[in-house]
């Protein structure tokens, strides 16, 4: 078993959950607070258009479903990288539930 002071592999350190260090989580984390703010921008942009146009009310959950596919793959290029993995898995989960609850905007343009 590993102390404190031995450095961690990256397949133990992803197992055993020991991250106190913030930098693998401060890009997914901007990563998708980017995707959120663009998400917001075209929300605004759909609703003061009158909320009749569908293509901006598709493209609200759009941007999180990209936005989740973006952060899973790249999660699997920091994987194959040997570096921490798991916060761009959170990143893009947390993306794709969020475009679930953005399926409900084109039920307004309908």
């Known amino acids: 078993m590993a102390t404190d002071e031995e ?18 989580y401060r890009a997914p984390t901007v990563y998708a607070l980017a995707v959120i703010v663009l998400a917001l921008v075209v929300l605004a942009v759909f609703a003061a258009l009158g909320g009749d146009n569908r293509g901006l ?12 596919i973006g952060a899973l793959g790249t999660g699997i290029a920091v994987y194959t990288r040997g570096k921490p993995w798991v916060p761009w898995q959170g990143a893009g ?3 794709l539930v969020l ?8 039920y307004a343009a309908w």
């Open 99 to 106: 475009m679930l609850g953005a399926l409900t905007v084109p």
């Open 93 to 95: 989960w947390f993306l």
């Open 57 to 68: 009310a598709l493209a609200v959950p759009g941007v999180f479903l990209l936005g989740g």
């Open 7 to 24: 450095p961690l592999d990256p397949g133990r350190r992803d197992v055993e959950k020991r991250w106190s260090d913030p930098r693998p």
